[in-house]
């Protein structure tokens, strides 16, 4: 076993610690790349958001209805 005259530490312990670091930092980029493909993936947001995004498109298609009629109906 060879010291790091910097730390003081086995060089041994800190490979480990090094590659329980990396596999950590493997794990949380697993993680974000899964919550990433889930909020982008089309039918979850889709299923998610239906109810707001049909009412919304439903008022904009009265209003936009209501003002084409007023502006052909109006003397």
């Known amino acids: 076993m060879s010291n790091d005259p910097g730390s003081g530490l086995p060089t041994d312990e800190l490979e480990l610690r090094a590659a329980e670091q990396r596999k950590r930092l493997h794990e949380k980029v697993e993680e974000?790349?899964?919550?990433?493909?889930?909020?982008?993936?089309?039918?979850?947001?889709?299923?998610?958001?239906?109810?707001?995004?049909?009412?919304?498109?439903?008022?904009?298609?009265?209003?936009?209805?209501?003002?084409?009629?007023?502006?052909?109906?109006?003397?």
């Open 32 to 75: 974000l790349e899964s919550r990433v493909r889930e909020n982008l993936d089309l039918k979850t947001v889709a299923r998610t958001y239906i109810l707001p995004v049909s009412a919304g498109a439903a008022l904009f298609s009265f209003v936009v209805g209501y003002a084409l009629a007023g502006v052909f109906t109006r003397h």
